[in-house]
């Protein structure tokens, strides 16, 4: 760091001088001389006992105290300042980074101004290590973590000062740990280690230690430096928030004892009233303490938590997951969304608790589905479970499409079957209850808005009673809560729907799928709003509308049966190699070779029906089925290759250059040879590296051997074969490219 030049000191003459007299007295003369010879020899680089005096009493006071100062209040800002979210793991220190330092913007700033002063005009000053310091911390404070540590490493290295260098050591460690450089983080830990700290200092390199094993993921020995940090903190806000963060960890480790007791230290120590009613909360979830004197009841009752019923239910949720009552913890969990309007974050907890409850261990996937799509939503994606949530949805997502497609399709089907006038009723029943469902909702929707109308009345009126205006809150869509309750009932029900004429009457997937059955004796709840149909309410249209769904005629029940085999075959794959249901994959591909005995998934539905029941006496009657029926089948050969064990060495080098000679061959034009050394590579090197390249070159040559026809059927049968090649995207190209072609001819 460059120091400016230091200002030139300013004279004050006698005032005779000043007032034009030239006459001095000898006293005035010596005396202005001497502080004339004071000032030059108090030069900054001057290491005469006077300058240095001169330096250390103006850099202490003109600059370092104050500094200090500047910095405790930004440190104290920062403090009160910090985001935590005491539903998630809480840092055992907060974090620090660009975005916090806002708030303390101006103290950190005039921290720095004033420790630069001390490095730019008093470098012979013993306070400068010191200042550099308080530069380095307040660099550290703003995220500029990179100059830090550069800083430190220079206190570290030219300072005499131990308590000097001991902090830098610890602010060291600190930006290590925020630059997420455990490996440095830990050696300067060691080196601490073996300097006799203050007590200040102690403090500060296990608090600093355990966030780093915080990060690391090791509860155990942070949880255990925390504990060696508490005697050296002061009853009050910073160390219940350490105790609370211990309790997490302790938490995390299973140890519900000692959760429990660091919980209950909380609020030994003067805690805000959220860090007290989580502390108390998740006392109560370790199960420790007088429930019949403090329980969730209570609690619930309490008209400060009204705000907080969300996350009160959430942890009786918890509570009853960890008793295995799943049914009851559906319920809370239900609740707790229900007062969770407004909080994103918590409504993401509460989602995904409910999807992981469906998913795993209900087994209700369509309803996990339904879960997850509301998580995604509402998660950060900057939050660490977001990549596994974000993919569990979309196999889950996967899943519940085929299984809607299922339904809808064996619905469609059962009502085809159905004749003509037993047909029309139920299609009649299915669009009354459809608008009696509809009028319900507006009903509802009205009675929401006629309140929201006398809230704002009352409110308008007492706004005037004291004094107000009166003019807020009179209609119902300036009211805020009316407005967003009606919203998310709207969004409930219908899902989000484009702003058109009759949007109610929008084909939805599901009117079949959802249907009742023809026997229902359902009719719906008769309200002031029951429909009434008449010709002109357009029934007749909507049954036409229905009807033209209905698979009628071979080729329509054709294409109908092909969706549903297609959906059961994704199903059984999700089963099994996504969601690792064994016994339902294998269900789901019996039902799958049993109803469509002719489908061209069999080959794979017998290899995963293998897999499925692998160690049991089932596997080898899959085996042998496969071979015996498909024996020159991709899944023949890798079900073969499994038994036999990987090629050698020798033997992939061989199927390489066999495959060169015939791709070269095709090159050439010589497509009958070609083909007769791709034959042998599939037939003597079965589960080669390059099968897929063998496999598609086949599929080429076959289009130049046999035409285009054969080559169609060629694509489809590779692409079935190897879905999980890298050569399957252009294999598809080709395939829709020879489809268009044929296409083409046939108009």
Known sequence: MTASPSPRPVLRFPSSVREGRTAWSLPSLVLFSGILLVLTACSQYNDAPASRAFHNLTARYNALLQAREQLGEAEKLLFRNRQDNYAQPLAVLPPLDSVAAQAA????????????????????????????????????????????????????????????R???????????????????????????????????????????KALLHQRRGEAATAAALIEEALPLLPKGERKARLLYAQGQLYDALGKSDKAAASYAAVL??????????????????????DEKAFNFARMLDDRKNVDLKDRIYYAMATKELGRNNHRQASEYLRLSVQHAAGKPEQ?????????????????????????????????????PDYPRVAERQKVLREFAKHQTTLRTEDSLQRLARMNPAELDKFLEKILLDQRQREADEVARAQRIAAQAQQESQLTASTNAAFGGNGQTGLWYFY?????????????????????????????????????????????????????????????????????AQLPFGTQALASSKQRQEEALFQIGKIYQLNLRENEQAARTFTQLLADFPQTPHEPEALYLLALAHEGTPRQADFRQKLIQKYPDSYFARLITRGAEGPLTAGAQSAAQRLYTEAYTLYGEGRYDDAFTRTEQGLRDYPGNALEDKYALLRTMLLGKLQG????????????????????????????????????????
């Not at 550069?150 to 000097?164: L, Q």
């Open 479 to 547: 009211n805020a809560n009316a407005l967003s309750q009606g919203k998310q009932e709207f969004q409930r029900r219908w899902g989000n729907r484009p702003l058109e004429d009759n949007w109610r009457r929008s084909s939805k997937e599901n009117t079949f799928a959802d249907a009742p059955s023809s026997n229902s004796g359902q009719t719906g709840t008769t309200t002031a709003a029951t429909v009434v149909p008449t010709a002109a309410d357009g029934l007749k249209a909507e049954k036409d509308k229905l009807l």
């Open 105 to 164: 913007a101006t103290q950190l700033d005039a921290a720095l101004k004033k420790a630069s002063l001390v490095a730019e005009r008093h470098q012979n000053s013993k306070w400068l290590d010191d200042a550099y310091l308080l530069i380095g911390q307040v660099r550290m404070y703003r995220g500029d973590f990179k100059n830090a540590i550069e800083t430190f490493k220079y206190i570290n290295s030219t300072s005499d000062d131990d308590p000097t």
């Open 708 to 747: 285009p026809g054969p080559y169609q059927q060629a694509l489809t049968k590779f692409i079935q074969d190897y879905p999980a090649s890298p050569l399957i995207a252009m294999a598809r190209e080709m395939l829709a490219s020879v489809t268009q072609s044929a296409s083409t001819r046939g108009n």
């Open 347 to 383: 409504l993401a907890l509460t989602y995904l608790k409910l999807a992981e409850l469906s998913y795993d261990p209900l087994r209700q996937y369509e309803a996990a589905a339904a879960y997850y799509d509301s998580t995604v939503a509402l998660l950060p994606p900057s939050t």
């Open 268 to 289: 030994n120590n003067r805690p805000p009233y959220d860090l007290a009613f989580y502390a108390d909360l998740n006392r109560l979830l370790n199960g420790t303490g």
């Open 166 to 208: 001991q902090a830098a050591l610890v602010g060291l460690m600190r930006a290590y740990v925020e630059t997420e450089d455990y490996a440095s983080g830990l050696r300067v830990a060691e080196l601490l280690r073996t300097l006799p700290l203050s007590r200040d200092h102690t403090r500060d390199y296990y608090l600093t």
